[in-house]
């Protein structure tokens, strides 16, 4: 077989001047790390040979010494992205229910489940929980970045460009491609200690705490000729770090001596819960006859976790006071199961025709359990451990692609043409909980239901699936040296929401060597997601003045929902427009500037909280189901408008035994909700203010992330050491609560934080590291009164910063 198609994430290119295949999530060419902008790259092109800043679109690349030295907690590639890429927002969530379990990240200030997650140029599978209680990416089911092994990963290649028309539906915000190692021989081997070490203002306490642990190995091996096994695993064990403020017991709670015996003590839990992860990945490739390969890569994922709830009081409907006396705190305790396992076959045709075939098959399993709580309808009986859920997303994608470059008259190069079709059959299935969490109890006023979240009931479980069948094409060229230009066209059609026809044009000047302009328009759609169509579930939430109360999330066509004027869900439609130019120089200078702007339509989002004694008494009265407190459902409510710009410069010199690099990135970005529908009439006749979509919704889309982030880095290194220390700035972050009006609301003030790694070569294959995120132990402001819930609170999430102050580490690398 010939040499050039050995490594699979060699071959996987979109059009391949070498003749390989060229698909259209293709991904990069294998390059040098350490000259990661020179890196061929083609996410977001099918034209194979151009580098990140020869790209038609903005392209970050992080390289896997990128991630190993960027301060992050180890074995977190969504904290890795977050240090690296200026665009790339990931808070920790806190009391925030699956969100403290999956983290959602966010790019250019869009949804999470607006950015599309490839691996291998592949589309990845998203996951079976919802974030009903996190902030920011609230009401998405994200791809877990963190259930891909940091040791596998050659390279993330992150577009920042609108591609609905190349990849097909989510990617609005932009592309993320998670290019595999492909190494046939060595290795390395990482174990990395650390632990949080801070000074918590709230309490006037030095706390140590979160330990983490992480050990990762990965080695090649080769088959036969030219074939390769890549393979990787990890473990990471993370202790949960405590965060909460002295309690000044809520107005609401009785005050009495068994709860005010409280007063003054950390009752509540806030910060990270407890995790344990393992993580496998294998990659592999190998020759079949003399113009073929057969591809295959996959994962799997383990973990366990937990995210703490709400304090109840022991004086408290709540509780039941024989079974936890001092109160409790209902600790959500998962079990997630991530798998994923892609084959295909790949060569070149006699026509100079170039093919690829391949299936993906991916699932995510969310086991929901509850432990430390009770059924408070069940009394002395209740127990305190409940599955309150199982939760399944399984995704198959199976693609063909063609490419084939094609000689055209008065072209200095190439025309190059692809054609593709590809299927995709996604799934989702639930699975109701133990009896006794949703079971009505004997005792009556009290709430029913396991606190923290009754669980799912038989006749409330689905098992569900859809298909959707696109087909594409795109031409790009090279049409002069100075002149690129792309043309892109996609064809898709869904089985439950109908067909999309989406194109993009792009282009780029090179007016010298030194200086290029570069522009993009294009259309994009994101069908509503499986768990946003069909997930229910309850959860604790603030209500009226505050109080915590049980909401219901319900599918739009749940009888309740419809009552309260829910609609059928309709696809996201997007247009964006992106505009820059690309500055370098052979002196070791690089200046790149991306204005962009993104409009969505019908964006999908959830309601406000629908509650209060009027909403209660209406849905018994209409449908005879008693004691509903709050409801939310998905809607298509508003529009938005995005728009921002990216500025990333470079600067790199060579000294006499040792190199210096400095750089600076800013991403400034806003979102304003520019149409609202009119409220449905129903809610209007209740007379009681219930909006659709308000205050709180409102500023989740628009003000609760930073409203820009700066990072500026310095990077020596010499033969032996390399010494890296980085100062991120993050802009100012608004919180609207709407339990009373007018609602409280706070602005946090911008933040910097500092990260350092020091790393030192012992001997040829080992290196040890020290180094901190936020060595400074910089904190975000603290919340006012009416926002830090009775001073239990008293940082909130929207600052990435976080609220676990500094954080230090030993790493240890033997490269072999």
């Given amino acids: 077989m010939a040499s050039n198609l050995r490594p699979a994430s060699q071959s996987l290119l979109g059009l391949a001047v070498t003749g390989l295949c060229l698909s259209p999530a293709g991904i990069a060419l294998a390059a040098d790390d350490s000259e990661a902008l020179k890196a061929v790259v083609v996410v977001g092109t099918r034209f194979a040979g151009h580098s990140a800043d020869e790209s038609l679109a903005p392209v970050d690349v992080v390289t896997t010494d990128d991630m190993r030295q960027s301060a992050a907690l180890p074995g977190e590639v969504g904290a890795a992205l977050q240090s690296l890429v200026p665009s790339f927002n990931l808070p920790r969530q806190s009391n925030s229910d699956f969100a403290d379990l999956v983290r959602p990240a966010q790019l250019r200030g869009l949804s999470p489940d607006q950015t599309l997650v490839l691996v291998n140029g592949k589309r990845r599978h998203g996951t079976a929980t919802l974030t009903t209680e996190s902030k920011l990416g609230k009401g998405t089911s994200p791809v877990d970045l963190n259930t891909i092994p940091e040791g596998a990963i050659e390279r993330i290649e992150v577009l920042r460009d609108g591609a609905g028309a190349q990849y097909g539906s989510d990617a609005i915000a932009g592309v993320i491609n998670i290019v595999l190692k492909n190494a046939a021989d060595g290795g390395e081997a990482t174990i990395t200690a650390g632990q949080n070490r801070t000074d918590f203002k709230p309490t006037g306490k030095s706390i140590t705490d979160g330990d983490t642990l992480f050990v990762s190995t990965n080695a090649g091996f080769g088959i036969g000729q030219d074939g390769f096994l890549n393979l990787t695993a990890e473990y990471r064990d993370r202790d949960q770090t405590l965060r909460s403020g002295p309690d000044q017991i809520p107005f609401f709670e009785n005050q009495t001596p068994p709860n005010l015996a409280l007063l003054g003590t950390q009752t509540h839990k806030a910060g990270d819960g407890p995790t344990e992860d393992i993580n496998l990945m294998y990659n592999s490739a190998f020759g079949v006859g003399d113009s073929a390969e057969f ?35 209902p600790v959500l305790d998962a079990t997630v199961d991530d798998f994923s396992l892609a084959a295909g076959a790949r060569g070149s045709l006699a026509s100079d025709w170039a093919w690829d075939l391949s299936a993906v098959y991916g699932s995510n399993n969310f086991d929901h359990n509850i432990t430390n709580s009770l059924n408070p309808s069940l009394g002395a009986a209740s127990q305190t451990s409940f599955n309150i859920e199982e939760l399944k997303l399984t995704q198959w994608d199976v693609r063909f692609d063609m490419t084939r470059p094609f000689e055209v008259g008065w072209f200095t190069n190439p025309l190059n043409f692809a054609w593709g079709l590809e299927y995709r059959l996604e799934a989702y299935k639930t699975k109701a909980g133990d009896l006794e969490s949703y079971q009505r109890g004997p005792v009556s006023d009290v709430p029913v239901g396991t606190e923290a979240g009754a669980g799912l009931q038989p006749d409330e479980t689905v098992d569900v699936d859809r298909n959707a069948f696109s087909a594409y094409v795109d031409f790009e060229s090279d049409i002069t040296d100075k002149f690129q230009l792309g043309l892109a066209g996609r064809f898709e059609d869904y089985s439950d929401f109908g067909n999309s026809v989406n194109g993009k044009l792009s282009a780029r000047y090179e007016f010298s060597p030194v200086f290029a302009v570069r522009g993009t328009v294009g259309t994009g759609f994101r069908a509503p997601s499986l768990t946003q169509s069909f997930f229910r579930g309850s959860t604790t939430s603030f209500g009226d003045l505050g109080q915590l109360e049980q909401v219901l999330n319900l599918p739009t066509d749940d009888p309740i929902a419809q009552l309260l004027g829910a609609q059928d869900l ?21 200046l790149t500037f991306d204005y962009y702007r993104v409009n969505i339509d019908n964006r999908i989002t959830l309601s406000e909280r629908i509650g209060g004694d009027e909403v209660t008494d209406f849905i018994d009265d209409s449908l005879g189901i008693p004691d509903v407190q709050s409801v939310r459902f998905f809607t298509n409510a508003v529009d938005t408008e995005t728009k921002g710009f990216d500025i990333v410069a470079e600067y790199g010199f060579d000294l006499s035994n040792s190199s210096l690099t400095f750089s600076a990135a800013y991403n400034k970005s806003e979102t304003d909700v520019i149409h609202v529908d009119p409220n449905p009439a129903v809610l209007d006749s209740l007379d009681v203010g219930t909006v659709l979509f308000g205050a709180e919704e409102q500023n989740t889309l628009e003000t609760a992330a930073p409203d820009d982030k700066l990072i500026l880095t310095g990077h020596w290194s010499s033969e032996r050491w390399s010494i890296l220390g980085r100062a991120t700035r993050w802009g100012e972050a608004k919180r609207v609560f709407s339990f009373y009006e007018p609602g409280p609301e706070q602005v946090y003030g911008s933040e910097w934080g500092v990260d350092l790694d020091v790393e030192y070569q012992v001997t040829k294959g080992l290196k040890v590291a020290l180094g901190g995120n936020n060595i400074f132990d910089e904190y975000p402001d603290l919340s006012s009164s009416d926002i830090n819930y009775f001073g239990n609170l008293p940082y909130d999430v929207l600052q990435p910063i976080s609220f676990n102050g500094a954080f230090y580490y030993l790493r240890g690398t033997y490269s072999f």
């Avoid at 408290?316 to 024989?322: E, Q, R």
């Avoid at 309709?570 to 690089?590: C, Q």
């Fill in 570 to 590: 309709k696809a996201e439609k997007s247009v964006s427009y992106n505009l820059g130019f690309v500055v370098r120089t052979d002196a070791g200078f690089r």
């Fill in 295 to 329: 591809y295959s890569f996959g994962s799997y994922s383990h973990r366990e976790g937990e995210g703490a709830n709400f304090f109840r009081y022991p004086d408290s409907w709540t509780n039941v006071p024989s079974i936890f006396p001092d109160g409790y705190i």
